[in-house]
């Protein structure tokens, strides 16, 4: 979604609703695979929700309509060892992200404000080690400046127990080791019986490595990550040049032929 389908102002662009009409109309199954919270998905693409297939919050749950596919919890044993560690780091804000909402001990006003825009569910409680874990799926760690440079060195240890993301330029997230877009990507082909050869994946970041391999039609956004143009087949335009409508546009001309 972010980096990809949606504009650097979040925005979901007309033409691709109307995109999307055709592409039902050639029986293609359309996946909105993302790091953000799943009522935050619904709410950019609310006009739809209910005909495609949502893999939210980096593949720890994937939901068609009303019905879960998907629910990868985080272990608990980990939690609270991971939020003082982080605790540690400057500047640093952590989420606890849940099946149903998400937990913040953040009173900083401007996070608040940013953060709301990939969490539509969420409560401030002051303490995030006394919060319920037994429906936590991910933490999403946010640094201002570099996720890569100011956490990852902190929990990089933790990759041989953990899937350790960094999921875009601000962000990090540590869940379940079979907890990424890819697993949950694998999970639908095999149910819709859809090879690699009849995917396309469109990704801009880390988190989205493991669901490009799975795809003999891979891109590569203009704006991606290094490591995502090396592992992706193909290129396209930026999510804030239409990138991803200027794909399906060719996609479905090639149908017409």
């Not at 504009?7 to 662009?13: A, E, L, W, Y």
């Not at 953000?36 to 619904?42: A, E, K």
């Not at 893999?55 to 044993?77: C, D, H, S």
């Not at 060195?153 to 875009?168: A, C, D, F, I, R």
Request: hydrophobic share 35%; aromatic share 10%.
């Amino acid at each position: 979604m972010d980096g990809t389908l949606l504009n650097t102002n979040g925005k979901v662009s007309d033409d691709f609703f109307e995109l999307f009409e055709s592409l039902k109309s050639h029986n293609i199954h359309f996946v909105a695979a993302s790091g953000r919270q799943y009522d935050s998905i619904t709410n950019k693409l609310a006009r739809i929700k209910d005909e495609i297939t949502i893999i939210a919050e980096n593949g720890g749950v994937a939901k068609q309509g009303e019905k879960e596919l998907l629910f990868t919890k985080l272990p608990e044993n980990y939690i609270i060892s991971i939020i003082e560690q982080l605790r540690k780091l400057d500047h640093v804000h952590t989420v606890l992200c849940g099946k149903d909402e998400a937990y913040i001990e953040s009173t900083d006003p401007d996070f608040i404000k940013m953060f709301s825009e990939y969490y539509k569910s969420f409560q401030s409680v002051e303490d995030l080690t006394k919060v319920d874990f037994s429906n936590l799926l991910k933490i999403a760690v946010f640094h201002p400046e570099s996720s890569e440079e100011f956490i990852y060195p902190t929990v990089k240890h933790l990759e041989s127990e953990l899937q350790v993301k960094v999921s875009g330029k601000n962000w990090l997230d540590l869940s379940h080791p079979n907890a990424n877009k890819g697993y949950a990507l694998k999970l639908l082909q095999e149910q819709l019986g859809i090879q690699r050869e009849e995917t396309m994946v469109f990704g801009d970041y880390n988190n989205d490595l493991e669901m490009l391999d799975l795809a003999y039609f891979s891109y590569a956004m203009e704006n991606a990550h290094p490591n995502v143009v090396k592992a992706a087949k193909f290129q396209t335009r930026s999510n804030d040049n239409g990138g991803v409508e200027y794909i399906l546009n060719q996609l479905l001309a090639a149908k017409k032929v």
